[in-house]
């Protein structure tokens, strides 16, 4: 565990916590706030905290194998098939009615903005997006996606800005 995951938010809203043996006493005091879990025997043997407690519990937890755990998992599906609705089993089949592909007339307007951006700067990426029309990441991400698949722009190509594959200043003059 690291402190930088583990954070105070995320402890302070699970009252209770339970550590397995851990490499070090750093990696113990990230998830209990306490050494102790560095000197585990493992096989299950855990520190409980409890809620609204500082007293850690020594606790000896169940192992469960990965061969026992396959077991069940095919006895439970041994038991009858699955019943999916059938909006979700057109989706996993690919039969969906494709609505993902239509472009709203909103993101047509930001299409717009984004062409002009593009022009203005004469590069395409997507922080330059996120950066000039205040958009969040998915947002201007779907929108180099939508120039991409018109061949306005160019494939990523990790970092750097996306190539302009047609001359926009005619348009826009």
Known sequence: ??????????????????????????????????????RLVGKGDMLYLPPGSAQLVRAQGALISDEEIQHVVDRCAAQG???????????LD??????????????????????????????????LLQRRLRLG???????MDILEMRGIIGPGDGAKPREILVDLSAEYE
């Open 1 to 38: 565990p690291r402190a930088d995951v583990v954070t105070g938010i995320i402890k302070a809203n699970i009252p209770s916590r339970i550590a397995f043996q851990v490499a070090s006493k750093i990696d113990s005091r990230v998830i209990l706030d306490a050494p102790g879990a560095d």
């Open 81 to 91: 098939d699955p019943q999916f609705e059938a909006e979700i089993h057109d989706t």
């Open 94 to 127: 690919g039969d969906g009615d494709g609505d993902d592909d239509e472009i709203s007339e909103a993101d047509e307007e930001m299409l717009e903005k984004c062409l002009e951006v593009v022009l203005q700067e004469k590069k395409a990426s997507t922080s």
């Open 137 to 143: 990441y998915t947002r201007a991400a779907r929108m």
